[in-house]
Each structure stands twice: as C-alpha cells, then as structure tokens.
C-alpha cells in the first residue's frame, strides 16, 4: 500500500497527464506507423478523436491501481500504459460506431458518417466512409500496440500484465458479439442482458484497468479481488445508466440520440424489466417498435412510457443504486490508501450520478 499520497488525489490533474502522454505520442508516433505525410487524413483524424474531451475513466484506474499497489510516483511506464487503454478505446469506438451504425459520438459526426461527407460526390459515399473508419480503428488499435511497447515493461511486468491485456481484448470481443447475437425483438432474458454488461462494460472499463495497474506495480492476488469487487458492481451501475440515458437521456448532453438502442433492438437490463412485466398488449407494442430501423419519435415515446409504466425505468435505478452502494462498500478496508478510496469515490460518482 503506498503511503508517500498527498491527503487526495486530483483526478483532473491526472487526466490532463494522460493527455500530454496521448498529444505527444499521436504528435510524434515511432516509426512505423503511418506518419502525416503518407495517410495525413488518417492519422489527424484519431488524433482530433482521441484527444476530444473525455473522462478518460481507464486510464485514471489504471493509475489508482498502481497507486494502490504501492507503486511510485513518476513511473514513465504507467504513462504510457494508462495512456494506452485510451487509444484502445478508440478503437472499440469507432469500430462500435459502425456496427451500430451511429450517426453521431461525442456530439459530432460518427467517423464513419465524418469520412462519408467529406467524399459526398463520390457515387459510393457511405461505402467509402464505413471502409475508412474501419481503417481508423485499425490504426487506433496499432497506436495503442505502439505506445503499450514503448513502456518498457521489465520481464516481470510483461508477464503479469499482458495476460491481462490480452484477456480485456478478448472480453470486449466476445461482449460485442454477444451484443450483436441478442440484438433485435426484446426478450425477457435479463441474464444475459448483465452478462453482455459485464463483458463489454463492468470488465473493459473498469476491471480491468484497475488491474493492469496494480499489477504493474506487483499487486498480490488479494488487492486484485479487492479491485474486483468494487470494479464488477460499479461497472454493471456505469452500463445500466448508459442504458437508461441510451433511452432517455438529453442528446444534448450525451452527444448521443435517444432512438438509436430502441431502433437497434438492443438488449439492455431495462428492456428486459419491461418485457416480463408487460401486458399481451404493451408486449405487441415492444415487438412491434423496437428494433424498427425506421422507429420515430412519436413511437419512441409509447416506447418509453412502457418502460415508466411497467416500473422498469425505476427497477433500473434501484439496481445501480445498489451495484453504487456495494462498489462504495467494497472500499472499506486497510488495503487501501484513505486518498485512493477517496479518489475511486470520486470516479463511482462520476459513473453513477451522471447525465452524460
């Protein structure tokens, strides 16, 4: 446990080092990958990607983590690693953007919808957009392979944290397609709504960053089931909100339109709720409207009032309450520093208590 912490940690702080590491890698990338003068739209675009303001909530439990196994404060590799998650997030992004097929992230145009505009006059504009995204993500999962290498991890480290690394990559692909696998008429099957959650979620954004860094650090098997039991309930909390704003939310403050899960038929927990719950006739209406590629706003909203009627909008938040409260729980303990349970405090909040 390290104790050498100022009495908090100011998470900003350590965002905006996460930053500086990400600007100067994507402003000089080592040799090898792409560089602006050979795919110059390539490369500014995931670099605009990437540094767009963000929670960068991998790379800082990647720092708590290492923080947390006693590790030291100016460890160059812990830079370069957390700062890596975040370019490997790009790549689930983009990726993400186009089997959902999104119009917008981050308030902005999708990449795929990005590139597809900027070559309007071409007869195959939207081809064209998909193809060049799927090589944007292409290049984000290199740059992160890239950057994790420039680490300089000892023997020691490659061999604690790579299996690790490789395990995330391999959730987040099995999630994904377990995702695509459920999607379409909702169903009443809530197991495998949370499982689809853990995987794509509660394990890629939260587990396993804070893993990779206390292992970084030589973390013992005991502080790695800590991280667990406060990363798996907090990370099921993080996607259960995404469903409710997924559904509910303002576009305005997500950067992301309320349609999309309901057009897509997507498999949520809150769907799920709904569906057991719904009368013969509410049930013709969810078979009916979601996962309507051509669902509108008026639909929606008979839609949502399902949802409120059937006490699924509240069920949701009684669970993430919960999850919240056993994640905050799971902090009580001497393995912890005071200043990183403070710190991941914080970041259950921020997940959590959200609009965005």
């Not at 005991?222 to 469903?243: I, K, N, T």
């Not at 309507?292 to 008979?302: K, M, N, Q, V, Y």
Request: charged content about 25%.
């Amino acid at each position: 446990m390290s104790t050498d912490l100022a009495p908090t940690l100011d998470l900003d702080a350590l965002r905006d080092r996460v930053d500086t590491v990400l600007a100067e890698f994507l402003g000089h990338p080592p040799a090898g990958i792409p560089s602006q003068s050979r795919a110059g739209e390539l490369t500014r675009a995931l670099t605009d990607f990437v540094l767009a303001p963000g929670k960068r909530i991998r790379p800082l439990l990647c720092v708590l983590g290492w923080h947390a196994a006693g590790g030291g404060e100016d460890e160059e590799s812990l830079w370069r690693m957390a700062a890596s998650l975040e370019v490997f997030h790009a790549f689930a992004l983009i990726h993400d953007d186009i089997i959902d097929n999104s119009p917008t992230r981050r308030g902005r145009p999708s990449a795929h919808r990005a590139f597809a505009a900027r070559r309007r006059a071409r007869p195959d504009a939207d081809a064209f957009g998909v193809h060049v995204a799927l090589l944007l993500g292409d290049l984000a999962l290199v740059c992160s392979d890239a950057l994790m290498n420039s680490a300089q991890l000892s023997t020691r480290q490659r061999q604690t944290v790579l299996p690790l690394l490789d395990a995330m990559r391999g959730e987040v692909l099995l999630g994904q397609h377990l995702d695509l696998l459920a999607a379409g008429r909702p169903t009443g099957d809530i197991d495998e709504a949370m499982a689809i959650a853990r995987l794509k979620t509660a394990k890629y954004t939260i587990e396993r960053p804070l893993h990779l860094g206390a292992a970084l650090a030589g973390a013992d098997q005991g502080l790695l089931d800590l991280c667990s039991a406060y990363a798996l309930p907090l990370g099921e909390a993080f996607q259960l909100r995404d469903d409710l704003l997924g559904v509910f939310g303002d576009p305005a403050l997500t950067g992301k339109p309320v349609l999309e899960d309901l057009r897509s038929g997507k498999a949520t927990v809150l769907m799920a709720v709904a569906t057991r719950r719904a009368t013969p006739e509410q049930r013709l209406t969810l078979d009916a409207q979601v996962g309507r590629a051509d669902l509108g706003e008026e639909d929606c909203a008979r839609v949502r009032r399902i949802l409120r009627h059937t006490g699924a909008r509240d069920t949701v938040e009684s669970m993430i309450t919960e999850r919240y409260e056993r994640a905050l729980a799971a902090l009580d303990t001497d393995l912890l520093a005071p200043p990183i349970a403070a710190a991941l405090r914080q970041i259950a909040h921020r997940a959590t208590i959200r609009t965005a």
